[in-house]
């Protein structure tokens, strides 16, 4: 179920059927720095003085060149104690998988051997980091599809991360990129995006009650989130995960970040995980060598050796030949 493609075209999130809507238009290409360029912490009353800042990670690195750069922000207006972690991700030199579990997300029409819950044997070589995807199918039967298997069908009103045969990732509501379906790669549907277009979502103030972002089974909403985002040019992705955290201050950290576009995953403590892979010593088998999350549950050799029961994403680096973007 590999769904990696060739890089995103040069106008960075470039959809097939024009560049990504929050890309500038014109013929010349804007230069995408990266690392990110630094950022203002949504609110200077509980910011930590490392907010905003970006720090190069030496995960999937290389030739001493970050693919990967994290970032802390604390959302809450007087919570000090509420954070968020955001990875940047630069897709022009990893690529965006998505995978299968082998139960979710329920199916009736694929069979076992379709959904092995492994990231491929061919892809683990070059394997960077795993992390959650979205919510179990009977809590909103959100779509899903992965090349020519459909898990579920789409929601015309779900959020929709896409993953595009070019390399691109569009996240928006499924009723807005429906045209471009006959070109993806891949779709994991959501609750309804937690940013468009730089806008948060109309109903995200709702903190109290926040049910199209769910919360825990004892109603708790203050509960570990996870998101996924994209930047105005498509070629940065962002995933964010956080403690204590509500839906609207997922959304404000991820737009503080630099997510145009974004899209709120799984919840909960036992499924929300990202995962960096490598090993220790060159004679060592790949596994997890460190969360982003300190308090992360995970199995040491999971998605590799031991497949997942739910769905999830994996980034691996682009080969040479695959990292310029296409003409």
Known sequence: MNTEATSPSPQGGASPSGPHPAAASGAREVAVPFPPTSFEPPHARTAK??????????????????????????PHKIKPHVYVHVVAIDLRKVALHLVAGT?????????????????????????IAVFNGGFMARHGKYGMRVEGDE???????ACTVALYQ?????????????????????????????????????????????????????????????????????????????????????????KAAGAVDAAQLDINYSYTKFLFYGRPTPSDPLQVV????????????GYVTTPAERDFFYLKRRSHAASSPSK
């Open 49 to 74: 003085p490392e907010d905003g800042t970006w720090r190069p990670l030496a995960e999937g690195a290389a030739g001493g060149t970050p693919v990967l750069a994290q970032a802390t922000v604390h």
């Open 151 to 157: 898990f579920l069908p789409p929601r015309p009103d």
């Open 166 to 254: 070019d390399g691109a990732v569009r996240i928006a509501e499924w009723s807005q990129i429906e045209a471009d379906a006959p070109k993806m790669v891949g779709l994991r549907q959501t609750p309804p995006c937690l940013v468009t277009a730089r806008e948060l979502h109309p109903a995200i103030e709702d903190a109290v009650r926040p049910r199209k972002w769910s919360a825990a089974e004892n109603g708790e909403v203050e509960i570990r989130r996870s998101a996924l985002g994209v930047d105005a040019t498509g070629r940065v992705l962002f995933y964010g995960s956080g403690e204590w955290v509500t839906a609207k201050d997922v959304a404000v950290a991820m």
């Open 103 to 127: 139960l979710e997300p329920q199916s009736k029409d694929i069979p076992a051997e379709r959904r092995p819950g492994l990231v491929p044997a061919a892809d683990q070589q070059d394997l």
């Open 290 to 301: 460190s969360t982003l999350i300190q308090d992360t549950k995970h199995i040491k050799r």
